[in-house]
Antibody
Framework: EVQLVESGGGLVQPGGSLRLSCAAS????????MNWVRQAPGKGLEWVSY????????YYADSVKGRFTISRDNAKNSLYLQMNSLRAEDTAVYYC?????????WGQGTLVTVSS | VIWMTQSPSLLSASTGDRVTISCRMS??????LAWYQQKPGKAPELLIYAASTLQSGVPSRFSGSGSGTDFTLTISCLQSEDFATYYCQQYYSFPWTFGQGTKVEIK
């Protein structure tokens, strides 16, 4: 069974940093492209970042470019999102999501709240 | 950036109804379109990809059509478990974008 389990969310002050992790199991992690997608409270879905299976190709949404860094450790079956210079508008549930475009599996999400 | 217009934003319907949701792109995306269902407090679930291919395990009352710029999700006979929010998503080019969502509620 495919499982994606996010962790690392919480309350952080504006300008602060947070690192999200996603533990993958039930599939060959190193063979799959991965993403982070977020959803602000009561709002729609927003794609945040993509990383290829090897980690050699990365894309970001303009809203997070230069502040967020996606990475992966295939030996540990893990995906990460380093978030710096956080803003109130980054408050959202962050989902770890598998797929090369279409997303066939999603984690349960971790809530990030940016507030003073 | 490819902009998406999803309509309607709210759809009131009854069990057994046939409902359609539309998604229009600002430029052609071939068939690189997916549809997702999301229930409150849960992660989205993939329903349809490549505009019309049903994801494994998804009931056949769901169907998708379209290519280029205009796409449709149809639920042929609405069931109680189908009351949820639906999103379209293009994966033709980065940044991938989602529609604004359509909430299907009980009339």
């Amino acid at each position: 069974e495919v499982q994606l389990v996010e962790s690392g969310g919480g309350l952080v002050q504006p300008g602060g940093s947070l690192r999200l992790s996603c533990a993958a199991s039930g599939f060959t992690f190193s063979s799959y492209e991965m993403n982070w997608v977020r959803q602000a409270p009561g709002k729609g879905l927003e794609w945040v970042s993509y990383i290829s299976s090897s980690g050699s190709t990365i894309y970001y949404a303009d809203s997070v470019k230069g502040r967020f860094t996606i990475s992966r450790d295939n030996a540990k079956n893990s995906l990460y999102l380093q978030m710096n210079s956080l803003r109130a508008e980054d408050t959202a549930v962050y989902y770890c999501a598998r797929g090369p475009g279409l997303i066939d599996y999603w984690g349960q999400g971790t809530l990030v709240t940016v507030s003073s | 950036v490819i902009w998406m217009t999803q309509s309607p934003s709210l759809l009131s319907a009854s069990t057994g109804d046939r409902v359609t949701i539309s998604c229009r792109m600002s430029q052609g995306i071939s068939s690189y379109l997916a549809w997702y269902q999301q229930k409150p407090g849960k992660a989205p679930e993939l329903l349809i990809y490549a505009a019309s291919t049903l994801q494994s395990g998804v009931p056949s009352r769901f169907s998708g059509s379209g290519s280029g710029t205009d796409f449709t999700l149809t639920i042929s006979c609405l069931q109680s478990e189908d009351f949820a929010t639906y999103y379209c998503q293009q994966y033709y080019s980065f940044p991938w974008t989602f529609g604004q969502g359509t909430k299907v509620e009980i009339k």
